[in-house]
């Protein structure tokens, strides 16, 4: 019922940037929150960032001041900037998105785009 669509995903050293970008599509009605949680080889899922529809955001205290997420509503879009990237942000990047379909909430979430950081 929603579809997310991830991108930006991809390989870079160590100080690099890279921005993910994730699009959402299908018989939305509103979206609440949208965020973006990775998880990296032999870990559990954690979350990066989380921005609700006023704009309100919350971070992972590891990538506080480092990463930016932000949201185009007009676009169901969601965004997430990544500076000074380490070794250690190298996960599947995941976006999931709480959405109004019909009459109910629908957690959804993407495929997953890969980000690599080398030292």
């Known amino acids: 019922q929603v579809q997310l669509v991830e991108s930006g995903g991809g390989l870079v050293q160590a100080g690099g940037s890279l921005r993910l970008s994730c699009e959402a599509s299908?018989?939305?009605?509103?979206?609440?929150?949208m965020g973006w949680y990775r998880q990296a080889p032999g870990k559990e899922r954690e979350l990066v960032a989380q921005?609700?529809?006023?704009?309100?955001?919350n971070y992972a205290d590891s990538v506080k001041g480092r990463f930016t997420i932000s949201r185009d509503n007009a676009k169901n879009t969601v965004y997430l900037q990544m500076n000074s990237l380490k070794p250690e942000d190298t996960a599947v990047y995941y976006c999931?998105?709480?959405?109004?379909?019909?009459?109910?909430?629908?957690?959804?979430w993407g495929k997953g785009t890969l980000v690599t950081v080398s030292s």
């Open positions: 299908g018989r939305i009605l509103s979206i609440d929150r």
């Open positions: 999931n998105v709480k959405a109004l379909v019909m009459l109910a909430w629908v957690d959804s």
């Open positions: 921005i609700t529809k006023d704009g309100s955001t």
